[in-house]
C-alpha cells in the first residue's frame, strides 16, 4: 500500500480468562459481558467509559488520536473469568474472524485484544489459534499486535505468529489504558518503518498461584521492576518487556511464568534481557509462596473490638479467577458467629436479587444464598434479611481496576442478617470498587470488617480504607483456593515449583 494511503487495522479479540475446573464458558456467558461485531466494537470503545476491555478501548482511541487510520472491526468478545470455552463457539469465532479478514481486502495490520489465558473444552491454546490465523490471513508483511493480562499462560506459537506482545504490568491491573495506548504508538512505529521487532521468550517451570503476584511488592514486583529499569538503561534498543504471571487455574500445558523481551531490531538484546530476568525470578522462586490466614483466625478477629478495621478477600472464590462467586463459607461462618458491623460484598446470586426486589426496602424475608449449590464446597445458607436497599446495578467504577469503566452488576439489593449487611448482584463479577457498596449509600469507612469476593484485585479499590497491613486473605474453598496442593492438576507441565520442590532450570543457549 502507498505511504499516503491511511493504514487499515482489523480488529479481533476473544477475551477469557480459564479455570479448568469452573463450567464451560457457552455464548450466553460472552452475550452477557460482551459479543461485539462490525462497528458496534468502535462504538463501545470510543465510549468515554467503556464496558469493554479497557486496552481495546485505548487502543482505538490511541490510533484516532496520532493519525489517520481506517479501522476494520470484525470482532470483539469478552466473558468474565470462567471454565473453559466450549470448542465449538471458539471455532464459530474463528470462521467470524476468518471470514471478516478475508473479506476485509488489504490490510496493514491485525490487533488482538485477547486475554492470554483460555483453554477451549477441546484444546489447550485456542489463544494461539486466533493468533495464528491472523497471521495466516495477512501474511508475514503485515503486522499482528497483541494485547494481553499479565494472568496469559504463553505458548510458543503466540509469540512466534506475531510481531508484538503488550501485557499487563500492574496487578491490580490499573494499567489498561497505558498497555492500549502502548500497543497502538508501538504499532505507529511499525508502519513507519522504525522498528522490525524480534522477541525473546523463556518460560519457567514455575506456576505460583496468583496471590502471589502482586506488582507493587514481592518477587514478581521485583521481576517487574527490573524489567522496566533495564529497559529504559538499554534505552531505544528494547520495544517493550512483558512478564507473564500465568493463571494456574487454566492447568495447561502452556502454563508457567513466562518473560517475552521485544527488541526494536537486534534480537541479542532480546535474548540477554529475557535471560537476565528469567535468571532473577528462578533464582527467588522459594519467595512465591504465601501463608493465607485460616477461617477460624479470621472470624475471631471479625469478634474483636478495639482494633483497626479489616478487609477479607474470600480467596476460595474469586469471580475474577472463574469462581462461583456464591459460596458461602466464610459468610456464614460470621453469621454463626454474630459478627458485628461486616459489609459483605458481592454475593451473585440472581434468584435471590430477585426476591429482593420483589419485597421491596424494609421487607423482610427469609434468605437463601446460594439455593442453586452445585459445588461440595458450595453450600446453601439461609438466614431472615431485612431488604435495606435496591439498585438495578449499572455503576462507573471510581477507584482502582474498574476506575472509569461501566459495569452492569444486574438488579442488586443489600440485605441485613444481624449485624451484617450483605450487597447480592446478578452479574458475576468480582468486588472490585467502593461503588458495589456505595450505590447502597452505605460506608465503607464506618464498617469494622468488610468482605470481598475478589483475590486482589479489590486492593485497588479499597486501599484508602485498607492498606496492605490490614487486608488478609482467607483460606476459603473454592475454584480458586490458592492452596494448590489441594487440586488435582491435569496439564501442567511436571515437575514445576512450587507443585514440586525438586525442579530444575537452566537458561537457553540460543
Ligand atoms: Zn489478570
Not at 207 to 235: F, H, K, Q
Not at 245 to 271: C, E, M, P, W, Y
Not at 441 to 460: E, P
Amino acid at each position: 500500500m502507498s505511504e499516503k494511503t491511511p493504514p487499515r487495522v482489523a480488529i479481533i479479540g476473544v477475551w477469557l480468562e480459564s479455570n479448568r475446573q469452573a463450567p464451560t464458558a457457552v455464548q450466553a456467558d460472552f452475550r452477557s459481558f460482551y459479543e461485539l461485531e462490525g462497528a458496534a466494537i468502535l462504538e463501545a470503545a470510543r465510549h468515554p467509559n467503556p464496558a469493554i476491555t479497557g486496552e481495546a478501548a485505548a487502543f482505538v482511541k490511541t490510533m484516532d488520536a496520532t493519525g489517520p487510520w481506517e479501522p476494520v472491526p470484525i470482532l470483539l468478545a469478552g466473558c468474565h473469568p470462567h471454565g473453559p470455552i466450549d470448542g465449538a463457539l471458539m471455532d464459530d469465532y474463528l470462521a467470524i474472524c476468518r471470514k471478516g479478514l478475508a473479506e476485509a481486502g488489504p490490510l496493514d495490520a491485525v490487533y488482538v485484544a485477547n486475554h492470554g489465558a483460555m483453554i477451549a473444552t477441546d484444546r489447550d491454546d485456542p489463544d494461539g489459534d486466533l493468533i495464528a490465523l491472523a497471521r495466516e490471513m495477512v501474511g508475514p508483511k503485515a503486522r499482528v499486535v497483541v494485547t494481553l493480562d499479565l494472568h496469559g499462560n504463553i505458548s510458543e506459537r503466540m509469540v512466534s505468529e506475531c510481531d508484538l506482545i503488550v501485557g499487563y504490568r500492574t496487578n491490580p491491573h490499573v494499567d489498561y489504558i497505558e498497555r492500549g495506548e502502548e500497543a497502538a504508538l508501538s504499532l505507529r512505529l511499525m508502519l513507519a518503518g522504525l522498528a522490525e521487532p524480534k522477541s525473546a521468550f523463556i518460560r519457567l517451570p514455575l506456576t505460583p498461584a496468583s496471590v502471589n503476584l502482586l506488582t507493587a511488592s514481592g518477587p514478581y514486583g521485583a521481576m517487574i521492576d527490573y524489567g522496566t529499569r533495564r529497559r529504559a538503561e538499554l534505552a531505544g534498543d528494547i520495544l517493550n518487556v512483558s512478564i507473564f504471571g500465568g493463571f494456574v487455574f487454566s492447568d495447561s500445558d502452556k502454563n508457567g511464568v513466562a518473560i517475552i523481551v521485544t527488541a526494536r531490531h537486534d534480537l541479542a538484546r532480546a535474548q540477554m534481557l529475557a535471560r537476565e530476568i528469567a535468571e532473577l525470578g528462578w533464582d527467588s522462586r522459594a519467595q512465591f509462596r504465601k501463608k493465607l490466614t485460616p477461617l477460624s483466625d479470621a472470624v475471631q478477629m471479625a469478634l474483636k473490638t478495639n482494633r483497626p478495621p479489616v478487609i477479607y478477600a474470600d480467596s476460595g472464590d474469586n469471580p475474577g479467577g472463574g469462581g462461583t462467586g456464591r459460596t458461602t463459607e466464610l459468610l456464614s461462618a460470621l453469621a454463626w458467629a454474630g459478627a458485628d458491623n461486616v459489609l459483605v460484598g458481592s454475593f451473585f446470586d440472581p434468584p435471590l436479587a430477585k426476591r429482593a426486589h420483589e419485597a421491596g426496602v424494609g421487607g423482610k424475608i427469609r434468605a437463601t444464598f446460594n439455593s442453586h449449590a452445585g459445588l461440595p464446597c458450595d453450600q446453601p445458607f439461609e438466614a431472615d434479611a431485612e431488604v435495606v436497599g435496591l439498585h438495578h446495578g449499572t455503576i462507573i467504577g471510581r477507584l482502582g481496576s474498574a476506575q472509569g469503566k461501566t459495569m452492569h452488576l444486574g438488579p442488586s439489593a443489600a440485605l441485613k442478617i444481624g449485624g451484617i449487611t450483605v450487597v447480592v448482584i446478578s452479574e458475576r463479577f468480582q468486588t472490585l470498587d467502593p461503588m458495589y457498596f456505595e450505590m447502597f449509600g452505605l460506608d465503607i469507612g464506618k464498617a469494622a470488617t468488610v468482605v470481598v469476593k475478589s483475590r486482589g484485585h479489590f486492593r485497588a479499590g479499597f486501599i484508602p480504607w485498607f492498606p496492605p497491613e490490614n487486608v488478609y486473605e482467607v483460606d476459603t474453598e473454592g475454584l480458586t483456593s490458592p492452596v494448590l496442593d489441594r487440586r488435582q492438576w491435569q496439564r501442567i507441565p511436571r515437575p514445576s515449583y512450587p507443585l514440586d520442590e525438586d525442579v530444575s532450570w537452566t537458561p537457553p543457549q540460543w
